[in-house]
C-alpha cells in the first residue's frame, strides 16, 4: 500500500499493489452535501467523486435497490446495503454487485458527518475485474433446492466422526459472486510459531477452528476466478456443540464447497475485580483456595432479575449464565437477600464472575456511549453464558473460552473452561479473568454484530487489544506487556512486540490469526500510550483507555460484512476516519488524534516507501509532508507530560532575530519567533505558521481563550524534507503580567493542523 496526496481530488489516497485506490481521506476540502438523507449523499458524493475509486456514474444507476435474488444478465453495479449511525456520523455501504449479485466482501464506504452531510472519507474494497459467467436455469434451481442431507454429503460431514450429520439444519441462503482463493477454502490455524502455548506444560488449550474434511475440488476451479456460489447459513453439530453456527459457499454448477467458516473462535457476590497477577501481582492459577480466595472483591451484580419463588438466579436484561453444554455445572441459585460467595476454586464462583464479567462488558459498552441494541442489532439479550463449556475436550478440561456467533450478526453464546488443569477437582474458572472476556466479547462478540464474522480480514480479532487497553491503568503486573499474565505460561501473546524482529506490518509474522493479532495490539498499545497510558497519574491514564477503548468501538462499529477489512492498512483508515467524529457522550471533538492513529500504524511498520525490501522490519515512512513544532519529540507522539516547554518557540523583545527566549514585556510590542522542520519525504509548498496568545489565569480552552497576535500568521518557505526554518517576527502585545502564553500552529495544503478552519473538524479555529 503506497499514500499520495491528489490534488484534483483534494485529498490522501491510499493505492493497493496493482495501483488501485482502496482509500480517500480528504485531508483538504471536505465534500459538503445538502441531500436529505445519508444515502443521497453518499450517492452524490460517489457520483462526483468516484472516478478516484474507479466507480463509473452508470453503475450507480441502481443505487437504491437491493440485490438481485437470483442471477440476471448484468454488468457491475453498486448498490444499497446498510447505513450505519454512530454518534455525529453515519457510514453508507454500496455492495458491488454482478450479475446482480453481491459480491462476497466487496463494497464502498462512505464515512460522513451528520447535519449537514460532509464526507471526510471513502473506503474501498470492491474487484477492479469481475468475470463471473452466468450459471444454467437447471444449477440455479437445483442449488436453491440444496437439502440438508445432500449438503452435509458435499461438505464431508457424512463422514466425519466429530459431526452429527443429521444434525445438520439450513437457516437461510442467497446467490452471491465469489472469486475462489484455495488458501481460503478453510480456516487457517490462528497460531504463529511464535507466542504458541507450551506444550511442555501438557496444558495446552485448542484453538484451531473447527474443521470439515472438505472433498477435493475438480481442476476446473482456477486461483482468482469468480463464480456463482450460494451462501448457505447453517447449524450442525460438532465435537458435541450441538447448535454450532456455519457459513458455505457453494458453486452453483457443481455444488461443490468453495468456502466454509464456523461462527465460533475462540444481588452481591465475590469476583475478581481483575486476575490476580493484574490485581496484585499475583497469585497464579494454580495457588491453592485460600491463597487465591484473599484476592477476591465484593461487588454489586447489577441488572441482575427479582427473584422467582424467592430464589435468585444468574440472569438479568444482558445476561443469563446457564448450563448449555458438557460439563454439564449447574450455575448456582440463592434465596433472596443471601449473597454469591463462594471459593475461588469452585464452579460456582466460576459462574458468578461469568456474568459479573460479561454484564460488565456491555455495561461498558453503554457508558462509553453506544446504544446497546443498535451496536448489537444481531444479539438476543440477554446474552447466554455458560461457565462451564466445553471447546477442544469433550469433558472441559481445557484451559479456553470461546464466542460462539449466531450465523446472523449477532453472539450466540459465550463458554468458559478452566485456567489450570493442576487441580481439576477444585476447578479455576478461566470466566474469573476480565481480560480473557474482554478478549471474547470484546474481540469475537463485536465483529459478529458488524461483520459477522469472528475476525478480521487480516487479524484474528482486537480482543487483546481490549484486554491490555482497560486493564493497563491500575496494573500491579510485574511485566506490563503481558496481555494474559495471569495464564501467560499458556497464552503467552504480547503487546510490545519488536519490528525489527518481524512483528511488523508486512513482516515475517504478519500472517493473519493470533501473531498478527499481536501485532495490532502493540500499534492500539501505542496509541493509548501516546495519549496518556504512559502518564504518572491514574486519572490520565484512565481517560486514555476509555479513550482507545471507544475508538476501537467506534471503528469496528462502522465495517460491514462487506468492509472487513482485509489488511491493516483499510483498518487504519477506518479508525482514522472514525477519530474525526465527535465522542457525543463525552463531549469530546474528534479529529484531535488523526495523525497519532496513523503515526501508530507506521512505528509498526505500515505505510513503507515503494521498493521498500519485504518481509518488512522496519518502520514505516511519514506522510509526505509532515510540518511539526518541536516540542521535544521531533515530531512523533510519543507520551509527553510537559509538551508546553519547548525551546523552539521564543520570544524577543526586539525584532533582532537572535535566538533565545527573553521575557515578554507587558503592554509593549513583542516579537516571537519559531523553529518549522518537515518530517515528511517530500518538499512543503505552501505552508503557513498561526499565532495567538492567551492570559496566564485563562483556562487554555480552545478557541475562546486564545487571542491572535497583532501578525497573525506568516508564510513558510518551501521547506525540504528533514529541513528546519525559522519564522518570523510575529508582532504581539501581552497585557497581563506573568505567565502569558504564546501557540503556534503550522499548516499546509497536504498537511493540515487539525485547528484549520479548511478541515471541517471541530477543533477548528
Same mark, same amino acid.
Given at each position: 500500500?503506497?499514500?499520495?496526496?491528489?490534488?484534483?481530488?483534494?485529498?490522501?489516497?491510499?493505492?493497493?499493489?496493482?495501483?488501485?485506490?482502496?482509500?480517500?481521506?480528504?485531508?483538504?476540502?471536505?465534500?459538503?452535501?445538502?441531500?436529505?438523507?445519508?444515502?443521497?449523499?453518499?450517492?452524490?458524493?460517489?457520483?462526483?467523486?468516484?472516478?478516484?475509486?474507479?466507480?463509473?456514474?452508470?453503475?450507480?444507476?441502481?443505487?437504491?435497490?437491493?440485490?438481485?435474488?437470483?442471477?440476471?444478465?448484468?454488468?457491475?453495479?453498486?448498490?444499497?446495503?446498510?447505513?450505519?449511525?454512530?454518534?455525529?456520523?453515519?457510514?453508507?455501504?454500496?455492495?458491488?454487485?454482478?450479475?446482480?449479485?453481491?459480491?462476497?466482501?466487496?463494497?464502498?464506504?462512505?464515512?460522513?458527518?451528520?447535519?449537514?452531510?460532509?464526507?471526510?472519507?471513502?473506503?474501498?474494497?470492491?474487484?477492479?475485474?469481475?468475470?463471473?459467467?452466468?450459471?444454467?436455469?437447471?444449477?440455479?434451481?437445483?442449488?436453491?433446492?440444496?437439502?440438508?442431507?445432500?449438503?452435509?454429503?458435499?461438505?464431508?460431514?457424512?463422514?466425519?466422526?466429530?459431526?452429527?450429520?443429521?444434525?445438520?439444519?439450513?437457516?437461510?441462503?442467497?446467490?452471491?459472486?465469489?472469486?475462489?482463493?484455495?488458501?481460503?477454502?478453510?480456516?487457517?490455524?490462528?497460531?504463529?510459531?511464535?507466542?504458541?502455548?507450551?506444550?511442555?506444560?501438557?496444558?495446552?488449550?485448542?484453538?484451531?477452528?473447527?474443521?470439515?474434511?472438505?472433498?477435493?475440488?475438480?481442476?476446473?476451479?482456477?486461483?482468482?476466478?469468480?463464480?456463482?456460489?450460494?451462501?448457505?447459513?447453517?447449524?450442525?453439530?460438532?465435537?458435541?456443540?450441538?447448535?454450532?453456527?456455519?457459513?458455505?459457499?457453494?458453486?452453483?454448477?457443481?455444488?461443490?464447497?468453495?468456502?466454509?467458516?464456523?461462527?465460533?473462535?475462540?444481588?452481591?457476590?465475590?469476583?475478581?475485580?481483575?486476575?490476580?497477577?493484574?490485581? $496484585? !501481582?499475583?497469585?497464579?492459577? @494454580?495457588? &491453592?483456595?485460600?491463597? +487465591?480466595?484473599? #484476592?477476591?472483591? =465484593? /461487588?454489586?451484580?447489577?441488572?441482575?432479575?427479582?427473584?422467582?419463588?424467592?430464589?435468585?438466579?444468574?440472569?438479568?436484561?444482558?445476561?443469563?449464565?446457564?448450563?448449555?453444554?458438557?460439563?454439564?455445572?449447574?450455575?448456582?441459585?440463592?434465596?433472596?437477600?443471601?449473597?454469591?460467595?463462594?471459593?475461588?476454586?469452585?464452579?460456582?464462583?466460576?459462574?458468578?464472575?461469568?456474568?459479573?464479567?460479561?454484564?460488565?462488558?456491555?455495561?461498558?459498552?453503554?457508558?462509553?456511549?453506544?446504544?446497546?441494541?443498535?451496536?448489537?442489532?444481531?444479539?438476543?439479550?440477554?446474552?447466554?453464558?455458560?461457565?462451564?463449556?466445553?471447546?477442544?475436550?469433550?469433558?472441559?478440561?481445557?484451559?479456553?473460552?470461546?464466542?460462539?456467533? $449466531? !450465523?446472523?450478526?449477532?453472539? @450466540?453464546? &459465550?463458554?468458559?473452561? +478452566?485456567?489450570? #488443569?493442576?487441580? =481439576? /477437582?477444585?476447578?479455576?474458572?478461566?470466566?474469573?479473568?476480565?481480560?480473557?472476556?474482554?478478549?471474547?466479547?470484546?474481540?469475537?462478540?463485536?465483529?459478529?454484530?458488524?461483520?459477522?464474522?469472528?475476525?478480521?480480514?487480516?487479524?484474528?480479532?482486537?480482543?487483546?487489544?481490549?484486554?491490555?487497553?482497560?486493564?493497563?491503568?491500575?496494573?500491579?503486573?510485574?511485566?506490563?506487556?503481558?496481555?494474559?499474565?495471569?495464564?501467560?505460561?499458556?497464552?503467552?501473546?504480547?503487546?510490545?512486540?519488536?519490528?525489527?524482529?518481524?512483528?511488523?506490518?508486512?513482516?515475517?509474522?504478519?500472517?493473519?490469526?493470533?501473531?498478527?493479532?499481536?501485532?495490532?495490539?502493540?500499534?492500539?498499545?501505542?496509541?493509548?500510550?501516546?495519549?496518556? !497510558?504512559?502518564?504518572?497519574?491514574?486519572? &490520565?491514564?484512565?481517560?486514555?483507555?476509555?479513550?482507545?477503548?471507544?475508538?476501537?468501538?467506534?471503528?469496528?462499529?462502522?465495517?460491514?460484512?462487506?468492509?472487513?477489512?482485509?489488511?491493516?492498512?483499510?483498518?487504519?483508515?477506518?479508525?482514522?476516519?472514525?477519530?474525526?467524529?465527535?465522542?457525543?457522550?463525552?463531549?469530546?471533538?474528534?479529529?484531535?488524534?488523526?495523525?497519532?492513529?496513523?503515526?501508530?500504524?507506521?512505528?509498526?511498520?505500515?505505510?513503507?516507501?515503494?521498493?521498500?525490501?519485504?518481509?518488512?522490519?522496519?518502520?514505516?515512512?511519514?506522510?509526505?509532508?509532515?510540518?511539526?513544532?518541536?516540542?521535544?519529540?521531533?515530531?512523533?507522539?510519543?507520551?509527553?507530560?510537559?509538551?508546553?516547554?519547548?525551546?523552539?518557540?521564543?520570544?524577543?523583545?526586539?525584532?533582532?532575530?537572535?535566538?533565545?527566549?527573553?521575557?515578554?514585556?507587558?503592554?509593549?510590542?513583542?516579537?516571537?519567533?519559531?523553529?518549522?522542520?518537515?518530517?515528511?519525504?517530500?518538499?512543503?509548498?505552501?505552508?503557513?505558521?498561526?499565532?495567538?496568545?492567551?492570559?496566564?489565569?485563562?483556562?487554555?480552552?480552545?478557541?475562546?481563550?486564545?487571542?491572535?497576535?497583532?501578525?497573525?500568521?506568516?508564510?513558510?518557505?518551501?521547506?525540504?524534507?528533514?529541513?528546519?526554518?525559522?519564522?518570523?517576527?510575529?508582532?504581539?502585545?501581552?497585557?497581563?503580567?506573568?505567565?502569558?502564553?504564546?501557540?503556534?500552529?503550522?499548516?499546509?495544503?497536504?498537511?493540515?493542523?487539525?485547528?484549520?478552519?479548511?478541515?471541517?473538524?471541530?477543533?477548528?479555529?
Amino acid at each position: 500500500m503506497t499514500q499520495e496526496f491528489d490534488a484534483s481530488a483534494k485529498a490522501m489516497l491510499t493505492r493497493d499493489a496493482d495501483g488501485i485506490v482502496r482509500d480517500v481521506l480528504h485531508v483538504e476540502e471536505p465534500f459538503h452535501s445538502s441531500a436529505g438523507t445519508a444515502l443521497l449523499a453518499a450517492h452524490e458524493y460517489l457520483v462526483k467523486n468516484g472516478a478516484v475509486l474507479g466507480i463509473a456514474p452508470a453503475e450507480l444507476a441502481n443505487f437504491s435497490l437491493e440485490p438481485e435474488k437470483t442471477p440476471r444478465p448484468l454488468g457491475v453495479e453498486y448498490r444499497f446495503s446498510q447505513e450505519k449511525p454512530q454518534f455525529d456520523m453515519s457510514t453508507v455501504v454500496f455492495e458491488q454487485t454482478f450479475l446482480g449479485l453481491p459480491v462476497w466482501q466487496a463494497a464502498v464506504s462512505v464515512h460522513m458527518q451528520s447535519k449537514p452531510f460532509v464526507v471526510v472519507s471513502a473506503q474501498s474494497s470492491r474487484h477492479a475485474q469481475v468475470d463471473a459467467q452466468m450459471p444454467s436455469d437447471k444449477a440455479v434451481q437445483r442449488s436453491a433446492k440444496l437439502d440438508p442431507k445432500a449438503l452435509a454429503k458435499q461438505l464431508g460431514a457424512d463422514a466425519d466422526t466429530n459431526c452429527d450429520a443429521s444434525s445438520l439444519s439450513v437457516l437461510r441462503q442467497r446467490f452471491m459472486v465469489y472469486r475462489y482463493e484455495a488458501a481460503q477454502r478453510a480456516a487457517p490455524d490462528d497460531h504463529s510459531t511464535a507466542g504458541t502455548p507450551h506444550a511442555t506444560t501438557g496444558q495446552v488449550p485448542a484453538t484451531l477452528h473447527p474443521v470439515l474434511p472438505l472433498p477435493p475440488l475438480g481442476e476446473q476451479f482456477r486461483e482468482g476466478e469468480h463464480r456463482v456460489v450460494i451462501e448457505v447459513t447453517f447449524t450442525l453439530a460438532w465435537n458435541g456443540i450441538k447448535d454450532l453456527p456455519w457459513v458455505a459457499l457453494v458453486d452453483v454448477e457443481t455444488l461443490a464447497v468453495l468456502y466454509l467458516r464456523a461462527f465460533i473462535d475462540g444481588v452481591n457476590g465475590l469476583v475478581f475485580m481483575a486476575d490476580p497477577i493484574t490485581a $496484585n !501481582g499475583g497469585p497464579l492459577p @494454580g495457588a &491453592t483456595t485460600a491463597e +487465591l480466595n484473599a #484476592l477476591r472483591t =465484593t /461487588v454489586s451484580l447489577d441488572d441482575i432479575n427479582p427473584p422467582v419463588a424467592g430464589t435468585v438466579s444468574l440472569t438479568g436484561s444482558q445476561v443469563t449464565v446457564i448450563n448449555v453444554e458438557v460439563p454439564n455445572t449447574a450455575p448456582p441459585t440463592r434465596p433472596a437477600g443471601s449473597p454469591f460467595d463462594y471459593a475461588a476454586r469452585t464452579d460456582n464462583f466460576a459462574a458468578v464472575n461469568a456474568y459479573y464479567h460479561c454484564n460488565r462488558f456491555f455495561d461498558l459498552v453503554q457508558d462509553l456511549g453506544f446504544h446497546l441494541p443498535t451496536y448489537f442489532t444481531g444479539t438476543l439479550f440477554p446474552s447466554v453464558v455458560d461457565h462451564r463449556g466445553h471447546y477442544g475436550s469433550a469433558n472441559g478440561i481445557e484451559i479456553n473460552a470461546y464466542c460462539m456467533g $449466531n !450465523g446472523s450478526y449477532g453472539i @450466540g453464546r &459465550t463458554a468458559f473452561m +478452566l485456567a489450570d #488443569l493442576g487441580d =481439576t /477437582v477444585n476447578p479455576m474458572g478461566l470466566s474469573c479473568d476480565w481480560r480473557v472476556v474482554l478478549h471474547e466479547l470484546g474481540g469475537h462478540g463485536i465483529l459478529y454484530n458488524h461483520v459477522n464474522s469472528p475476525s478480521f480480514g487480516f487479524a484474528h480479532s482486537a480482543g487483546d487489544s481490549f484486554a491490555a487497553v482497560l486493564n493497563d491503568p491500575q496494573t500491579q503486573a510485574p511485566d506490563r506487556f503481558q496481555t494474559f499474565p495471569w495464564v501467560y505460561s499458556i497464552i503467552d501473546r504480547r503487546h510490545d512486540r519488536d519490528v525489527t524482529a518481524g512483528w511488523a506490518w508486512g513482516g515475517t509474522f504478519d500472517f493473519g490469526g493470533y501473531s498478527s493479532e499481536q501485532i495490532l495490539c502493540t500499534t492500539h498499545f501505542r496509541l493509548y500510550r501516546s495519549v496518556g !497510558g504512559d502518564s504518572p497519574e491514574l486519572a &490520565t491514564r484512565t481517560y486514555a483507555s476509555r479513550y482507545t477503548a471507544y475508538l476501537m468501538l467506534r471503528t469496528i462499529g462502522s465495517l460491514t460484512q462487506a468492509t472487513n477489512p482485509a489488511n491493516a492498512t483499510a483498518y487504519a483508515s477506518a479508525m482514522t476516519a472514525a477519530e474525526r467524529g465527535n465522542w457525543v457522550s463525552e463531549d469530546m471533538v474528534g479529529g484531535v488524534y488523526g495523525k497519532v492513529v496513523r503515526w501508530a500504524f507506521e512505528k509498526q511498520g505500515l505505510y513503507q516507501p515503494p521498493g521498500a525490501p519485504t518481509p518488512v522490519k522496519t518502520e514505516g515512512a511519514p506522510p509526505a509532508v509532515d510540518l511539526y513544532i518541536d516540542d521535544g519529540r521531533h515530531g512523533e507522539y510519543g507520551y509527553q507530560e510537559k509538551f508546553w516547554e519547548t525551546t523552539d518557540l521564543w520570544n524577543r523583545t526586539e525584532p533582532d532575530g537572535l535566538k533565545g527566549h527573553q521575557t515578554p514585556l507587558v503592554c509593549r510590542t513583542n516579537h516571537a519567533y519559531v523553529r518549522v522542520k518537515n518530517r515528511g519525504t517530500e518538499v512543503a509548498k505552501g505552508a503557513r505558521v498561526q499565532a495567538w496568545h492567551c492570559r496566564p489565569s485563562a483556562g487554555l480552552v480552545w478557541p475562546d481563550d486564545f487571542e491572535p497576535m497583532s501578525t497573525a500568521s506568516l508564510a513558510v518557505p518551501d521547506l525540504a524534507p528533514g529541513a528546519v526554518v525559522v519564522v518570523g517576527p510575529f508582532e504581539w502585545t501581552p497585557v497581563h503580567a506573568g505567565h502569558e502564553c504564546m501557540f503556534m500552529s503550522v499548516t499546509a495544503r497536504t498537511d493540515r493542523a487539525n485547528n484549520d478552519p479548511q478541515t471541517g473538524l471541530a477543533s477548528a479555529a
